[in-house]
């Protein structure tokens, strides 16, 4: 009953605005690339741990601090103040370590040179609902100046649901290549981001076109990572690794509206 509740709630936060402003229906769609910090300090703490396979190639962590952030967003502005939509992202970082071994075969008096590359990939893809609150408006920029008038300043507010997982591979590089995965955990969970852009419209026709900057904070942790088979990453002191995506991000921004 309480979940419902929150539901709810949220809903009512994201509808109320469009109900107690005139509407001006405008169209607009927006692609960002980010650099996104992450905390991630129960894997990071696992690469180094004992109960890891391969901590003995652990050797210049953390590993995992900041990633690549993807993320698209499809707003309809019902009122004058705000835009509500619904926006998809994705984010994700690689780490390679490198293992070089010798074998002697004594029947054949020959040594056989082997090279493994182990990959770690942590991932997320994340969608839900965004409200958008459009400062240019409410200051009135088209009154202000001819330049003004092509700025936009919003604050954005996303709600939604989120698949983050754990990839791992190995890697045969030499003396020829055979690959398998070893690991592949998920956990499912919700995600909230905030966030502030400002864009400068560089087409300002019927179909107008503006590139800005962006910064802002994403709460995105998963629960425990399982794998197939049910099981767990833990270390040594019992704790189950979970991903966290959590931290402050930045980047570009390109927004294309009608």
Same mark, same amino acid.
């Given at each position: 009953?309480?979940?419902?509740?929150?539901?709810?709630?949220?809903?009512?936060?994201?509808?109320?605005?469009?109900?107690?402003?005139?509407?001006?229906?405008?169209?607009?769609?927006?692609?960002?690339?980010?650099?996104?910090?992450?905390?991630?300090?129960?894997?990071?703490?696992?690469?180094?741990?004992?109960?890891?396979?391969?901590?003995?190639?652990?050797?210049?962590?953390?590993?995992?601090?900041?990633?690549?952030?993807?993320?698209?967003?499809?707003?309809?502005?019902?009122?004058?103040?705000?835009?509500?939509?619904?926006?998809?992202?994705?984010?994700?970082?690689?780490?390679?370590?490198?293992?070089?071994?010798?074998?002697?075969?004594?029947?054949?008096?020959?040594?056989?040179?082997?090279?493994?590359?182990?990959? =770690?990939?942590?991932?997320?893809? !994340?969608?839900? %609902?965004?409200? /958008? *609150?459009?400062?240019?408006? #409410?200051?009135?920029?088209? @009154?202000?100046?001819?330049? =003004?008038?092509?700025?936009?300043? !919003?604050?954005? %507010?996303?709600? /939604? *649901?989120?698949?983050?997982? #754990?990839?791992?591979?190995? @890697?045969?590089?030499?003396?020829?290549?055979?690959?398998?995965?070893?690991?592949?955990?998920?956990?499912?969970?919700?995600?909230?981001?905030?966030?502030?852009?400002? @864009?400068?419209?560089?087409?300002?026709?019927?179909?107008?076109?503006?590139?800005?900057?962006?910064?802002?904070?994403?709460?995105?942790?998963?629960?425990?990572?399982?794998?197939?088979?049910?099981?767990?990453?833990?270390?040594?002191?019992?704790?189950?690794?979970?991903?966290?995506?959590?931290?402050?991000?930045?980047?570009?921004?390109?927004?294309?509206?009608?």
């Amino acid at each position: 009953m309480k979940q419902r509740h929150l539901y709810f709630i949220i809903l009512f936060l994201f509808v109320v605005p469009f109900t107690t402003v005139g509407q001006k229906g405008k169209l607009n769609f927006d692609f960002s690339f980010s650099q996104q910090y992450w905390k991630m300090n129960q894997l990071n703490d696992f690469l180094i741990d004992d109960n890891n396979p391969i901590n003995d190639l652990m050797v210049d962590g953390p590993y995992f601090k900041e990633g690549f952030k993807y993320q698209g967003q499809l707003s309809y502005q019902y009122s004058k103040y705000f835009n509500f939509g619904i926006y998809g992202s994705y984010q994700t970082a690689q780490a390679t370590f490198e293992k070089n071994y010798t074998v002697y075969e004594p029947f054949q008096d020959i040594y056989y040179h082997y090279t493994y590359h182990y990959i =770690l990939q942590p991932e997320s893809k !994340s969608a839900g %609902l965004n409200l /958008g *609150i459009l400062y240019h408006e #409410l200051f009135n920029f088209d @009154a202000k100046s001819a330049f =003004l008038k092509r700025l936009t300043l !919003s604050n954005d %507010l996303k709600f /939604g *649901i989120a698949q983050s997982k #754990l990839n791992a591979y190995e @890697a045969m590089i030499k003396p020829y290549k055979l690959a398998g995965s070893f690991f592949g955990g998920t956990s499912n969970h919700l995600a909230g981001d905030i966030s502030a852009a400002i @864009a400068y419209r560089f087409i300002d026709k019927q179909v107008f076109s503006a590139i800005g900057i962006h910064v802002g904070y994403q709460f995105l942790m998963s629960g425990i990572i399982y794998d197939r088979a049910d099981r767990t990453m833990d270390l040594t002191d019992g704790a189950s690794v979970n991903l966290d995506f959590s931290g402050l991000y930045f980047g570009l921004n390109l927004s294309i509206g009608k």
